[in-house]
C-alpha cells in the first residue's frame, strides 16, 4: 500500500492502475462499512426491544417477529449506505475523489486517466508518483470504518447485556452464527418451553408421550422421562431426592430420570430461577384373578370327585404365567402335615385378559378322611421392575370327613358337582305334591296314599339329614312314626341353654318338615304344602346363610361372673396409653400450605407455583381429588388463564363441602 | 353401655373353632381380675360377615390353611382400619407348619409383613407386668411343634398400636380348657390373655 | 354578517359568564331550602360537600348500601344540617365470623338476612356456597378461609374478617375400660385434641395418659364423663364446668348423683338395647340406642332430637358449659357404619367437644382491610331508618354537567371570535 507512494518503485505502475487499486479498497471499505453499520442496527434494535421487554413482557413472546424486524432493517441500512457508495463503480469519479484530496495533482490524475494517449502523460504520472494516494485513501476512510466497527461492537455488547433470554447469545446471536462456541451464561430463564418424552418401561410396551412444557409428568413407574430445554447446562440444577446430571449439546440442555415409585418433585433450579414439575407415577397394578368353579367350600365324606377348576384373570398392563396351586393338609389332634400340588404353567402371552382350566381327579391323590384340600389360582404380571405382580385367586376347600364323624357337613353341596344324585330337592318334592294335590280327585285312595306315603318318606329323609346337622347322627336314628307328636327342638331344647342357638332358620325347617311329613304319610297332601314352603324357605336361608360349619360347632361355656368376679389372687398395675396420632394431620397440614400458596399467589407468584408443585406432588397419595384439581389450577396459571375455578374446587376437595345450617344458631359453641 | 364380647372369628379356610374353651377361660380371667364389663359367654362370628364389626378384638386360631376369602379379607380390613385388633395364634406352634406359612402369607397380603414386637412394648405391662415378653407356653417347653421356644410376638402396626397380633407361641392350647380347672394352676397362665384383651380396649 | 357573528359570540361568552356568577350568588342565599335527589351516591356527595352551605334537603333512593365512608359522609352531611333521608328496597345483611374451638381450625360463619333470601358467601379467593336463608339466616362451617369474608345478598353486602383465634387446652376423658372409652378417645386424638384419660381396669387400677394434674381451665378445655368411671370425679368435673370449663356427659356418667348439677335433664330409659342392634353396615347415629333426656331443664337449650326425644341437650353451668347426650355405644357407628363412618363419629365427637370447649380468644395479629360487618345498621345508624319511597318532596336543581358544559361555551366562544376576527385581517 505504501509503495504507491514512492517514485522509485512506483514506476511501472500507471495511473490507471492506482485509481483501481483505490477503487477496491474504497468498495471493499464500503461494504465493510454498511455491513457494519446493517449488524450495528440489527443488534441494536434486538437490544431494545430486549430492555423494553423488561417493561412489556408481552415483547417476549413473538421474538422471532422482533429479529425479522432487526434483520430488515438492519439490511435496509446497510443497503443504503452502499448505495450511496455506488459512484465508486467508476474509475473517473475515483479519480476525482482521489484529485478531491490531493489537489496538488491539479487534474493530472484525471487527465491521465481518461487521456491516455496524451503526449503529457509521462509527465502527469510522475507528478502523480510524487503523491501519496494510498496513505491519503487510509486516512480518508480511517475515520468511517472506525465508527461503523464502534457501532458494531457496541451493538453486540448492549445486546449481550440485554436481560432477556429470547435475545440473550443462544437467541439471537447463536442463530446468527456468532460466538456459537463461545459458552455462556443466558440473562433469562432456561427453565420455559420443556419438552418432555415419558418413555414406559420395556416389559410394558407402550408407546414414547411427548408433553410440551406440562407442570406435571404422569406415567407408569419406572418410566423413562427425558426433559429437553433451551440454553445451555452451564448454572443448571435439576434434583428429585438427589442431584441429577445434566447433559447439553446444540445449545440445548437435557435430563434424563426414571419415574419413581412415589410422588416426587422434579425440581430445576437456573441461578434465581426455580421450577417444580410433579412426578406422578402410575403403579403397575397386581392382576385380578377369580376362581369361577368351584364356586363355594364342599365336605365330602368320600374322596370321589372330579373337581374342574376355571379362572379368569385380567392385569393393568398383561398377564405373563399363572397355575393352580393344591394344598394337602393331612393329620389330626397336635401333627399336621401339608403337601403341595403346582400344575403346569399356562401362559397368557402379555395379553390383559385370560382364563386357565383344570382337572383335579381327588382320586388320585390318595386321599383319607379328615383331609383339607385347598385349591387356588396363582398368576403373574410381566413387571420386570417392582413385580412381578403376583395375584392369588380366593382359596376353594374340600374335606374329606373322617370315617364315623358326621359333624363336620356343610348343607351347600358344591353346586356344579352332582354329589348326591340320590337326592330329591325340597323344591322337587313340593312340585311333586302339588301334581299329587292336583291329580287327587282322579286317582283311587289307594294311589294317593301310595303316592303320598312315598312323598313322605322322601321328606323325611330331610328332616333326618336336618336332624343330622343340628344335633348329630344320634337323634337321627330315632325312630318317629308319623302318628307320634313331633319332637320339636324346642322341646328338645336342653334346660341348661347350652344348644346352640345359631341355626334358627335349620330349627323352623325341622319343624315345619315334622308338619309335612305327618300329613304326607297320612294321605293329606294339601295340609303338608304350607310347612313344605315353610321348610323350603326355612333351607334357602339357612343355605344362603354362611357356610355351615359345625365340625366341632363349641360347647357353649357360660362363665358364672358373679362367683368369680375380682376373686382373682394376681393383681394388675396401672400403665399408661400411648396418644393416637392425628388422623388428619396430612390434610391440616396440606390444608395451612394450600392456605399460605393462595396468599402468596399475588405478592409472589413464582414462589406460589413452586409451592402449590410441592403441595401436590404431597397431595398425590393422600388426596387424589385436591392432587387434581391442584393439577388443573396451577396448568391454568401457567397458560395465563383464570385459576379462580379450579383452585376453589381444590380448597373444597380439600376441606370438604361448607357445612351449611339454616337459620341462626341458639348455641354457637365453646369458645372464650 | 353394652358388655365386652370375646369374639371368635370364624373363616372359611381351615379350622376355627380348634380351641373352643379358651373364650370361657379368657372371659373368666377378665372377670377374675378386673371390673372390666364383660358378657358371660363369648360370640361366633364368620369374618365374612359384617356383624364381626361388632367385635373389635377378634381371636383366630387354628391347625390348617389359613386363608381369606374376599369378603373376609375385605372385614379383616375395615375392622382393623376402624381400630379394631385381630389375635391370631398359631395352634400347631410350628413355623414350619402350614397354618404359620398360609398365615403369614395371607397378613402380608391383606395387611404387611408382621414384624417382631419388642418385649418391651406396652402389650405385656398394660396390666400384667411380663418383663420377658410373652410368657412361654408348655407346649413350646414340651418341645411340640417346631421344637422352638419363640421371643417375640409378630405385629402388624395402625399407626403406633397392635391393629393384628401373632402368635406362634399356641396360646390356644395353653389356655384350652374349662376355666373351673384354673384352681389346679399354681400360676393362673390366661394372665397375658387379660393383658391382650385390656390392650385392646384402651389403646 | 362575520361581524355579527362575532358580537354574537362575545354576547354568548358574557351570557354565559353572568349565569353562571348568578347560580353561584344564588346557590349561596338559597342553599337552606334547596332540595337535591339522588338516585344513589355516586360523587354526589363530593358536589354537595363542595357547597358552602349544604343542600337543606337530601332524599336517596338507594339500590345498594352505601359503603361504610359514604355513610359517614351522609352523616355529616346530616351533622351539618341538611335533612338526609332515603328510601328504596333493601334487604338488610349481617355477617359475623368466629373462630370454631376445635383443633383443626375453621371457621363458623354466621349470616343474617331475611328469610328466603339467597345468600352468596365469599372470600378473597372467590365464591364458597350459596345458602338459602331460613329464620332469618344461615350458619356454614368452613375448614378454611382466606381474607375478608362477604355476604351478598340482592345489592347488601356485608363483610367481615375472622379476628380472633382460640387458644385450645387439652381434653380429659374419664371412663371404664370398654370399647366407648377407646373409641371416644380415640375419636378426638384422631380429630387433633391433646387427650389425657382416665380408664378404670379394676379398682385401684387405670389406665392414664396425661399427667393426670388438677382438673381446671388452665389445662383442660373439656372433659369428657362417659360412666361410672367418673364418679370419683365428679365434684371436681362440676366444679371445672363453673369455672368455665366445658363438659360431655355421656348417659350413665350423667345419671350419677354426683352429675346432678350439671344434667341438662334426666335420663331416660334406653330406648332399646345395644344388644339387639343388627350389624348390617347401616349403623349410624340414627340407630343407636338412646336414653333420652327428660325433665329439661328451663335453661337447657335440646341440640338434637330423636323421634320427639331429647338426644342431646346442653346449658350453662356457671362461667362454663355442659353437654349432656342420651347416646350409648356410639363406637358401634365407628365400627358398624357404612363407608365414611369412622370420620363421622369422629367429627361427631369432635363436635361434641367443641360445642362446650373452654376456650380463651386471642386477637390475630395480621387483620385485612376494613370490614363492613352491618351495613344496614351503620345505614340506620348514620342517617336513620328509610322512608317509604317517593314520601320525600322532590325539586331538581342544576346538575354539575350543565355547568361544565357551560364553562366550555367560554373559551369556545372566545376562540371563534378571536379566530374570525383573525381570519378577516381585523386585529
Redesign the interface.
Known sequence: MTAIGTPGRARGVTSLERVRRTQRILGAAAVTRALAWGFAVALGILAAVSFASLVIPRLRSDTALHEIFAVVIGVAVAGVLIWRSRHFVSTNRVALWIEERIPELHYSLVTAVEQRESPFVEGMETTIARQDVGGVTFRALRRGLVAAGAAFVAAVLILYVSPSEAFGRPGALSRLGRFESAPSIPIGSRLEDIEVRVTPPAYAGGRTITLDDPSSVAGLTGSIIAIRGRGSVAGLTASVTGPLRITGDDGRWAISLVMPAKPAALTLKDRNYERVVVLDPRADAPPKVALTSPVRDTALRVPRLVVQLNVTASDDVGLVAGHFEYLISTGSGEIFKARTINTPVVRFGGSRTGSMSATLDLASLNLQGGDVISMRAIVQDGNTLSGPGIATSDTRTIRIARAGEYDSLSINAAAPQPLDTTAVSQRMLIAMTEQLVRDQPKISRDELVKRSTEIGDLEDRIRIRVQEILEGEAHAHEEAQPGDPPPTLEEEEPADGERDPQHPDLRVAYNALWDAVRSLKIAEPAPALPPMRVALAALDRARLANRLYLRGTPPKIIVDLERVRLKGEAKGSSSTRTPRSFADSARVRLSARFNAALDLIEKQPARAMTELALIRVEALTLLPEFATALGEATDAVRAGLDATLPLLRARRALGGAPKATPGLPLWSGGGG | ??D?VFC?G?Y???????A??V??NL???I????????A??GA?V?L???????H?LVYLTG???F?F??AERRNARR?V????MIFIDDH?HDVG???HK?AMEEIT?TFSQPQDLPNNH?LY?????FSDGPPTTSHELNG??DNLVHKNLQAVMQ???IAILYSSKDYS?EWNY??DSKRFLT??NT?FG?NII?Y???? | MRVLLEHALRGVVIGVLALMLWQSLRQETVSGSEVVRARGIGGELADWSALAKPPGEIHMQLDSVPSPVERAWLGALAGAGSNVTWSGDLPPVMIAAQPVASPTGGTRLFAAAPSGSSVVLSDDVGAIDTVRAQTAGATLALASTVGQLTARVNGSVASAVQRDSLSLHRVLVIGNAGWESKFVVAALEEDGWKVDAFIRVAPGVDVTQGSGAVIDTSRYSAVVALDGGAAPYANRIAEFARRGGGVVLGPQAASLDAMAPLRAGAVGRAASDSRSIQASGSVSLATLPLAPITSLRSDAIPLDRRAGAVAIAVRRIGAGRALQLGYEDTWRWRMSGGDGAVDAHRTWWADLVTSVAHAPRVPRAAIAGPTDEAPMTGLVAAIGPGARAGAASILSGPSTGWTAWLLALVPLGLIGEVASRRLRGAS
Not at chain 2, 382400619?81 to 379394631?84: C, F, I, S, T, V
Not at chain 2, 405391662?125 to 407386668?129: A, S, V
Open positions: 353401655m353394652s365386652f371368635t370364624q372359611d379356610s381351615g379350622d376355627w373353632d380348634s373352643p374353651s373364650p370361657a372371659i373368666d380371667s372377670a377374675r381380675y378386673t371390673s372390666i364389663a364383660v358371660p359367654s361366633i364368620p365374612s360377615s359384617e356383624a364381626i364389626l361388632e373389635p391347625h390348617l390353611p386363608r376369602s374376599e375392622l382400619e376402624r381400630g379394631g400347631n407348619g402350614i397354618f398360609t397380603r406396652e405391662r398394660c396390666f400384667f407386668k411340640w411343634g399407626g403406633d398400636r392350647s374349662h376355666p400360676i393362673d394372665r387379660v385390656v385392646a380396649l384402651t389403646r
